[in-house]
């Protein structure tokens, strides 16, 4: 079945780091893509998507690539700042009304 | 600019008691899901609908129901409380299905225990 697999955290990093997390998938069909943000205390946000394969998501200095023949949509950004710290979660959904998400891996950033 | 609202954010349940998570959005989407988050399982779906008076199963549906009589609204409701339904729940909207890769814009959740 339709399954997402996430690195697991904890991740703590220093101010400026480079920071990646990666996620895989498993899926029928052709899936987009996303990863979602919470902050603590809150719900999930749309951080970026890829609807196919090579499209490249990008928002708040964050990127994602779609690599179909990896089948991979690993997370990065450059330099983390502190206000970056919060849970990340991977997510695929195909042609079935559904969200896989991906455990969650949580970022703290230290200045 | 409320979005997607959902109440109570907190609430503590004895064994056997029912409940409903209210949750209500104000952008006109025809799709609505609620999804619960327990620890180290990421979310998993509980029910969806994808317009008024239809709903349909997710992957943990059982010991909830769900009705939607409007667009606007899609409770939640808990049966007969267990200690498993201990979580944090989520409710979910998108403009349409969320399979074409459309925006879904979360709840700020609500966080259930049951002793």
């Known amino acids: 079945g339709d399954s997402v697999t996430q690195m697991e955290g904890p991740v703590t990093l220093s101010e400026e780091a480079f920071l990646t997390i990666n996620c895989t998938y498993t899926?029928?069909?052709?899936?987009?893509l996303f990863w979602y943000v919470q902050y603590p205390g809150e719900g999930l946000q749309l951080l970026l998507k890829?609807?196919?394969?090579?499209d490249k998501g990008s928002n708040k200095g964050f990127e994602a690539t779609y690599r179909k023949e990896t089948t991979s949509f690993h997370l990065e950004k450059g330099s983390v700042q502190v206000s970056d710290s919060a849970v990340y979660f991977c997510?695929?959904?195909?042609?079935?009304?559904?969200?896989?998400f991906g455990t969650g891996t949580r970022l703290t950033v230290i200045p | 600019n409320a979005g997607v609202t959902q109440t109570p954010k907190f609430q503590v349940l004895k064994t056997g008691q029912s409940m409903t998570l209210q949750c209500a959005q104000d952008m006109n989407h025809e799709y609505m899901s609620w999804y619960r988050q327990d620890p180290g399982m990421g979310l998993r779906l509980i029910h969806y609908?994808?317009?008024?008076?239809?709903?349909d199963q997710g992957e943990v549906p059982n010991g909830y129901n769900v009705s939607r009589s409007t667009t606007e609204d899609f409770p939640l409701r808990l049966l007969s409380a267990a200690p498993s339904q201990t979580s944090v729940y989520f409710c979910?909207?998108?403009?349409?299905?969320?399979?074409?890769?459309?925006?879904?814009?979360f709840g700020e959740g609500s966080w259930l225990t049951v002793v």
């Open positions: 899926a029928t069909g052709y899936p987009s």
């Open positions: 997510a695929l959904s195909t042609g079935a009304n559904n969200l896989f």
């Open positions: 979910a909207s998108s403009y349409s299905r969320q399979a074409a890769g459309n925006t879904i814009y």
């Open positions: 890829a609807t196919k394969a090579d």
């Open positions: 609908s994808v317009g008024a008076g239809i709903t």
